[in-house]
């Protein structure tokens, strides 16, 4: 059983397996993606009902643009479905929708609904949701470092005052707090410039079950093993 006093604030999810869910249905790899949304929504509200304070999912890399134009059209294409669909329900239920990365970059109607669903979402203070679009660690990296120089030769800081908090404040993922908990599902076992800077210290859970198949039941699994984790951030 999940232990209520122990839920991790924050958990980070690698959405992955969506097209080899697919391929072992025979179906084209979008309707895994199609599926992969189904299970997120899913996510998303178990993470409410858990009273989890963030949830921050991989939707598109910025790596991912190396895809096809039909499968990349299509994953923002159901985005946009996505949204449309659930943004009454996620405003209901208090959920706070942010996007992390350069979401200016996505088709204009990816946009128009990206910037609606911030807009009425905004002031909601419960599960923060937080959605990688176009997002890499590095590019957030760099951004952050470009910001961050431009205050300098403004004159705005110095460069003795600079320090971890300064970068953490320049990333995409300011105001929300590192990860506890990040989960990458289908078996592969590596980052994907996910979150580098911010999950320094988070447990580290993968799962070999595909995207889709992601359960509510599958995250508290995960949750179990992250409560049967000893953390030490470097201390005894
Ligand atoms: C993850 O599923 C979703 C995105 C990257 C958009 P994949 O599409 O990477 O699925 P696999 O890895 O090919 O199975
Ligand atoms: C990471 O998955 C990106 C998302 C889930 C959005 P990928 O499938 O793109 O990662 P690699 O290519 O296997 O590293
Ligand atoms: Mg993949």
């Known amino acids: 059983m999940i232990d209520k006093n122990r839920i ?8 992955d397996g969506n097209g080899r869910w697919a391929e072992k249905k025979k179906l084209p790899r979008i309707a895994g993606h199609n599926a992969g949304m189904l299970a997120m929504k899913e996510i998303v509200k178990k993470c409410s009902m858990l009273d989890i304070e963030n949830l921050t999912v991989y939707a598109f ?17 159901l985005l946009v479905i996505y949204i ?8 209901e239920n208090n959920v706070k929708v942010k996007v ?26 419960g599960l923060c949701f937080n959605i990688a679009l176009n ?16 205050e300098l030769s403004d004159g705005k800081l110095n460069i003795e005052n600079i320090t971890e908090d300064t970068i953490s404040n320049n ?45 509510p039941e599958e ?12 953390r030490r951030f470097g201390g005894r």
């Open 219 to 230: 995250l508290e699994k995960a949750i179990m093993e992250f409560q049967n984790r000893k």
């Open 100 to 125: 992390l990365g350069d979401y200016k970059k996505l088709p204009k109607e990816a946009i128009a609904s990206i910037e609606k669903t911030l807009e009425i979402t905004k002031d909601n203070t």
């Open 84 to 91: 449309e669909k659930e943004l009454k329900e996620l405003h």
């Open 8 to 15: 991790p604030k924050h958990i980070a999810i690698v959405m």
């Open 135 to 150: 997002y890499g660690s590095r590019a957030e990296i760099l951004r952050a470092f470009k910001l961050i120089s431009k």
């Open 61 to 77: 890399s910025t790596e991912n643009w190396k895809r096809s134009v039909e499968e990349v059209g299509g994953i923002f294409k």
């Open 171 to 215: 990333l995409y993922t300011k105001d929300i707090p590192d990860p506890d908990l990040f989960i990458r599902t289908s078996g592969e076992k590596r980052l994907s410039n996910y979150l580098l800077w911010q999950s320094a210290y988070s447990e580290l859970v993968f799962s070999d079950v595909l995207w889709p198949e992601f359960t």
